[in-house]
């Protein structure tokens, strides 16, 4: 059974940092690309950043490009996503998911105010 387990979410204020983690278990983790998304209140869900199978290979969307870094871990089955100089604007639920599969975690709340 495919689970993809998000944690590491919380309250920080502007400028602040945050790691997400993701745990990986059910499938050959190493064989696939994996994705972080985030969704905000009232808004579609949207591609934060992606890593290829070894890692080598991130994309990330122009908002977080600088600030936010995934990495992952294949040893361990994990994929991570530092974020620095966190902005309101990136308070949403960010979700794990295994590219190009309908898998996804249940989602971590990053929340940035003052």
């Known amino acids: 059974q495919v689970q993809l387990v998000e944690s590491g979410g919380g309250l920080v204020q502007p400028g602040g940092s945050l790691r997400l983690s993701c745990a990986a278990s059910?499938?050959?983790?190493?064989?696939?690309?994996m994705s972080w998304y985030r969704q905000a209140p009232g808004k579609e869900r949207e591609l934060v950043a992606a890593i290829s199978t070894t890692g080598g290979i991130t994309n990330y969307a122009g908002s977080v490009k600088g600030r936010f870094t995934i990495s992952r871990d294949n040893a361990k089955k994990m994929v991570y996503l530092q974020m620095n100089s966190l902005k309101p604007e990136d308070t949403a639920v960010y979700y794990c998911?295994?590219?190009?599969?309908?898998?996804w975690g249940q989602g971590t709340q990053v929340t940035v105010s003052s």
């Open positions: 059910g499938f050959s983790f190493s064989s696939f690309a």
């Open positions: 998911s295994c590219s190009g599969t309908n898998y």
